[in-house]
């Protein structure tokens, strides 16, 4: 069975239709402005005790996936890419679930639970006592200390899906991410969104 997708350009232009680089990585950076409340306030809880790291991770998670699934199938995308003009549309043009939206975050939320599970074993090796008698620049100095190769592990994950996420956009047709192809998803401009309907 063929699925039905929309096309790569709009009424046989060349204007196409899907969000760019750029304008979608400008989107992820507003969306983390408006998450930094959460990630300082994190931080901070983090300062005053080595065991809040736990309870620290579930609600910071919650809270991002809340926002990267609740919000762009309540309104069609993110506040940053709202405020850019874009909308994440099913493949076939149609508005997108909650099955859509969590698949498309899945590949992020894989990363960091990977992470955590990193993170978990360098606190394990961590004296609670010495860590919380330390300011907050050298309680990060001081983890780091515990297993060096751990941090380089996380550089390479978080820099290595990075790297492969940009490498998947720029070599399909449609500009999709690693999440949008788990997905079914893309990210269209919102300006289209009427002519999209017509072509239903």
């Known amino acids: 069975m063929t699925t039905k997708k929309l096309p790569l350009f709009l009424d046989n232009t060349f204007e196409s239709l899907y969000g760019t680089f750029g ?18 306030a994190v931080a901070i809880f983090n300062s005053m005790q080595l065991s809040n790291y736990y309870y620290t991770f579930i609600f910071s998670q919650l809270v991002i996936l809340s926002y990267f699934t609740y919000l762009p199938v309540r309104y069609g995308a993110t ?14 043009g149609s508005a997108i679930s909650y099955r859509e939206s969590f698949l498309k975050f899945f590949p992020q939320l894989v990363i960091g639970l990977l992470m955590f599970a990193l993170q978990c074993y360098v606190i394990s090796l961590t004296d609670e006592e010495i860590f919380n008698s330390l300011s ?8 780091q200390s515990q297993l060096p190769f751990h941090y380089l592990i996380v550089m390479v994950m978080g820099n290595g899906f ?25 990210v269209v401009y919102t300006r289209f969104l009427k002519k999209i309907r017509d072509m239903e």
């Not at 620049?137 to 001081?142: E, L, T």
């Open 23 to 40: 304008g979608r990585l400008g989107a992820l950076f507003l969306d983390w402005i408006f998450l930094s409340p959460i990630v300082i």
């Open 162 to 186: 990075n790297f492969a996420n940009l490498l998947v956009f720029l070599l399909n047709e449609r500009k999709r991410s690693i999440g949008d192809c788990v997905a079914g998803t893309v």
């Open 79 to 92: 506040p940053g890419k709202r405020i850019l003009g874009m909308t994440i549309l099913k493949i076939d």
């Open 136 to 143: 907050w620049v050298k309680q990060s100095k001081y983890l």
